[in-house]
């Protein structure tokens, strides 16, 4: 069955503290895998499409990195405005699905 | 300018009952989206349309009908509410139809059913 899981469920940070936010998925066919921000209140903001395992891509202090079975966000030295729920999906070959995961709830303190 | 918008931003409505979210997109995008946010942060895609053509169609009740009366608008129509349709619903849209494509998302229209 496709799955995506994302770790930690959440996580607290001092400014200035880098660190990385998981998602591990199992899809056969995949052909894309979608990095999304989303603010209380709001609706999910793009970041990133990674296509291919070792493709990496970067935006102000957000990196993500892409495996055959994972994808790695890291956020280099962040700021509280950092703080949102991130939300990894994934592109399936077959009829164009889009399969999100549970999200990361990242705080970030000063 | 909002580019992706929704109304209403809340809804509060009794079980039973038949209501309707609208969605319009002010960027000229073909295609455009619902997807619906339960309780536990899950999104989950339901609808699909790319000019004005359904594209997909995930599991869901066949209470939930989709209307695009033309490629700015996609309007959510739910008969016979229950409680479990309690959520957070959005409106995205896309261009040139293809799902690889960035997804612009609306604000979201909170659905209380009691």
């Known amino acids: 069955e496709d799955q995506v899981t994302q770790s930690p469920e959440a996580l607290r940070l001092q400014e200035g503290e880098s660190s990385s936010l998981n998602c591990s998925y199992t899809v056969s066919g995949l052909r894309g895998l979608f990095w999304y921000r989303q603010d209380p209140g709001k609706g999910p903001e793009f970041l990133f499409t990674l296509y291919s395992a070792g493709e990496e891509k970067e935006k102000e202090r957000l990196k993500a990195t892409l495996t055959k079975k994972e994808s790695f966000l890291h956020i280099t030295a962040p700021k509280p405005e950092d703080s949102a729920t991130y939300l990894c999906a994934v592109w399936k070959t077959s009829y164009d699905k889009v399969i999100f995961g549970p999200g990361t709830s990242l705080s970030v303190i000063p | 300018d909002t580019a992706v918008s929704q109304t209403p931003k809340y809804l509060v409505t009794q079980m039973g009952n038949d209501k309707s979210i609208k969605c319009e997109q002010n960027?000229?995008?073909?295609?455009m989206y619902w997807y619906k946010q339960d309780s536990k942060k899950f999104l989950k895609i339901m609808f699909s349309y790319n000019n004005k053509e359904l594209i997909i169609n995930e599991t869901v009740p066949n209470r939930f009908s989709p209307k695009s009366p033309d490629k700015a608008h996609l309007n959510l129509h739910i008969n016979s509410l229950e409680l479990g349709d309690s959520a957070v619903y959005f409106c995205a849209s896309s261009q040139a139809g293809g799902i690889t494509d960035t997804q612009y998302f609306g604000p979201g229209t909170r659905l209380t059913v009691l």
């Open positions: 960027l000229g995008h073909d295609t």
